[in-house]
């Protein structure tokens, strides 16, 4: 008994020294049926319970909630061509923060990263993200060195409603180390931090969550009669969620509602089939709803026996008879 009280000690002191690294409180200890030991954390993001929801609910289910409104969560992308996409997924959780907070985003890269994907266009953000040019501060550095110190000076500002960080390729100094102190400044003091990760291979890093992001294919438009052929509807994303607070992974393709400001996942339709109906009254004999508005463009080619929702053809009405 007494080597199994030191045993669990020595697990107890070493689990504070590292919950101290992560800057996380101290973990409060219960007693469960049987004599054995829980731990639970309580770090900052952890223990208030705030998260901001996607408005997907499956992938808010694996991030636990959403996402963490303090501490680090790593945004990776593949390939430089995936640059945009990443940057706009980012963009889009940004946005989702600085509706509920005060005070700008910091974004923070070398010169090199926003030479090779792009650099941000402020005015252009205002109209896919909501995000006006007053609450987007850019800060290009020479070095990641650079980059990295000022993200962890940034991440404790309150003046700041979040921090993005832009970093190209897999370089050697962004490690354990660096990205344990960039999340500890973060959660205590309680401010999400959005590390991008651009064309860089999938790495240890310290933060709770690592979000993989590809492009995807945008869906049609959706207007009250169905979908709108040859239309370009909202920004899509393959997402695919590759490490998470609650251990569980995920792949989802979502589209940005710049309206709402939230997500929406593909596989679960926003109208009910139900619901699916034309929305103009009964025809003048009362035999069946008229056909929506719009919903043929011209009459299709042929003997004009048949025309749009089954009104008769041109040469067929009285008017147009010719004596």
């Known amino acids: 008994m007494a080597q199994r009280a030191l045993a669990q000690d020595a697990l107890l002191a070493l689990r504070r ?5 992560e800057g996380r409180l101290p973990e409060t200890l219960s007693q469960a049926d049987g004599g054995t030991v829980l731990m639970r954390r309580h770090g900052r993001a952890e223990g208030t319970g ?3 929801a996607t408005g997907a609910a499956a992938l808010d289910a694996v991030l636990g909630g959403g996402l963490p409104a303090a501490g680090m969560t790593e945004i990776h992308g593949a390939e430089t061509r995936d640059g945009g996409a990443v940057a706009g997924f980012a963009l889009a959780l940004a946005s989702m923060v600085l509706a509920r907070r005060p005070g700008p985003l910091l974004w923070v890269a070398t010169g090199d990263v926003f030479r090779e994907v ?31 110190w000022v993200g962890e000076e940034a991440a404790r500002l309150e003046a700041l409603a979040a921090v993005l960080i832009e970093v190209g390729g897999s370089p050697a100094r962004l490690d354990l180390t660096a990205t344990r102190r960039l999340h500890r400044r973060a959660m205590l ?15 240890p890093t310290a933060a709770p969550a690592r979000i993989a992001v590809a492009p995807a294919p945008a869906a049609p438009r959706h207007t009250l009669a169905g979908p709108l052929a040859r239309s370009i509807g909202p920004p899509g994303f393959l997402v695919a969620v590759d490490k998470s607070p ?12 710049r309206h709402d400001r939230r997500f929406a996942d593909r596989s679960c339709p926003a109208i009910p089939a139900a619901d699916s109906r034309a929305v103009v009254p009964l025809s003048a004999d009362g035999e069946g709803a008229a056909p929506t508005p719009f919903q043929r463009m011209a009459f299709p080619a042929g003997d004009g026996t048949a025309a749009a929702g089954g009104q008769p053809s041109r040469p067929r009405r009285a008017a147009h008879r010719r004596r």
């Open 246 to 257: 609650t251990a569980r992974t995920g792949r989802f393709t979502l589209e940005w509602n």
């Open 189 to 203: 003091a309680g401010r999400p931090v959005l590390l991008l990760r651009q064309a860089g291979s999938p790495e």
């Open 50 to 52: 705030e998260h901001f």
């Open 118 to 148: 792009g650099h941000p266009y402020a005015p252009g953000l205002a109209g896919p993200y909501a995000i006006a040019p007053e609450r987007l501060v850019l800060a290009d550095v020479p070095r990641l060195a650079d980059a990295l």
């Open 17 to 21: 020294t590292i919950a101290g690294i």
